[in-house]
């Protein structure tokens, strides 16, 4: 089927995303008619997985999840592969066999092998699922089944993808002025943090589709080893301030992290408060880390757009969380480079362009893809978010 013309938009990200779990595969849109020949897509036909599983141990849950998101996702990847043969075919009559149908058994079969150990593990029966590791093609329009999307079929009454699920809500680091020889650090640290948040979320996100422990399995099981992985990479902030010989900030009152309410946003997560309802947390480059980059004649920092996106369904949202904190990684790694670049100035007048810019808007162009994609997916609006791709410089 036609895909909706993507429009332009705008956005600015800083420092701080969120993430979760429930990866989503299916049909893709093809792009409008004068692309391709008007033919849509296949898209690949692979037998869930989650719903043909025994009860699953509560100890063995949490890598059960994430094997299960890393089959939708290679759903994902190989659906996209399809789209693109759709558009642009190449190879021969077995390419499809061959080089995309053949790798994605084999990487099913590793994925599968590794959901048995996680029984094994824990001293439960280990289940065999090598049947399912074949796939096969729908015809073009159907979607592609997804683990996201069918229940466990040991889940609780109520307990399938229905529920949205809350999300961590994480105080912004208040930082003063960064030096630029410790920006590459900071900044570093500011990415991990955006990716502990996003490593939480899944948790949330995993724990909401099939909920395990007692009332106190979230505050034990993931904000407390959650307030412990922030604090150690507040201290790492604070001693890269106390490296170069600045003063150095106190940031324990940073650690401690709360709860949203279901389908709420990240308030105040990372670097800036700012961010879209139910969409994760891709505040602008004012938050702590980001304004002014350090002293006078430190290094600059990219402006980057916020994509604006409409409210993140439940199923679509560990997909679309994990994105966004690869957005606010990748816009990390850019300001490293350019903090590198104004402390060791190399090559000539479009060195920052050619080497930081060009490169960050591919590497975003590519992560907001897979968002809209994960809307689509699940039978939502694709957003269009071509526009929030390219970066300017504060």
């Known amino acids: ?70 089959l939708d996702e290679e759903i994902a990847r190989q659906n996209e592969r399809l789209a693109k043969q759709a558009a642009n075919p190449q190879g021969g009559a077995n390419f499809i066999n061959n080089a995309i149908l053949g790798p994605l058994k084999s990487k099913r079969v590793a994925v599968l092998d590794r959901i048995e150990i996680n029984f094994n593990r824990v001293g439960a029966q280990r289940p065999d699922l090598d049947s399912l590791a074949t796939c096969g093609l729908n015809a073009p329009g159907i979607a592609s089944a997804l683990n996201s999307s069918v229940k466990a079929g040991n889940a609780a009454a109520g307990a399938g993808t229905t529920a949205a699920a809350q999300t961590v809500n994480c105080p912004t680091p208040q930082l003063p002025d960064v030096p630029a020889q410790a920006a590459a650090n900071v900044q570093a640290e500011l990415a991990n943090l955006d990716k502990q948040i996003s490593e939480a979320n899944a948790r949330l996100a995993q724990q909401a589709a099939n909920p395990q422990g007692g009332a106190n399995f979230i505050n034990n099981a993931i904000l407390g080893p959650l307030k412990d992985k922030r604090q150690a990479a507040l201290d790492r902030i604070e001693i890269a301030f106390n490296r170069v010989g600045a003063q150095r900030p106190n940031l324990d009152n940073f650690a401690a992290c709360g709860l949203n309410g279901a389908g709420a946003g990240n308030a105040g997560s990372g670097n800036n408060g700012g961010g879209n309802a139910g969409a994760g947390n891709n505040g602008g480059n004012n938050g702590a880390g980001n304004n002014g980059g350090g002293n006078a004649g430190a290094a600059q920092t990219v402006n980057c757009p916020t994509p604006q996106l409409p409210d993140v369904p439940a199923q679509a949202a560990a997909n679309v969380q994990a994105e966004l904190a690869n957005l606010d990684k990748q816009i990390s790694e850019a300001n490293a480079r350019l903090a590198q670049q104004a402390a060791n100035p190399q090559g000539g007048a479009n060195f920052i362009n050619n080497a930081i810019l060009g490169p960050l808007k591919d590497k975003r162009q590519a992560a907001l893809d897979r968002i809209e994609i994960a809307f689509n997916r699940v039978g939502a609006q694709r957003p269009n978010l071509d526009n929030f791709a390219a970066c300017g410089l504060n």
Not at 4 to 13: D, E, F, I
Not at 15 to 39: C, K, P
Not at 48 to 56: E, G, N, S, Y
């Open 1 to 70: 089927m036609a895909r909706p013309m993507r429009k332009n938009a705008v956005l600015k990200l800083g420092g701080v995303g969120a993430l979760a779990v429930l990866l989503l595969g299916g049909g893709l849109q093809l792009a409008s008619a004068d692309e391709n020949t008007g033919s849509a897509a296949q898209t690949v036909n692979c037998p869930t997985v989650r719903d043909k599983l025994p009860a699953i141990p509560a100890a063995a849950a949490a890598g059960v999840e994430r094997e299960l998101a890393n």
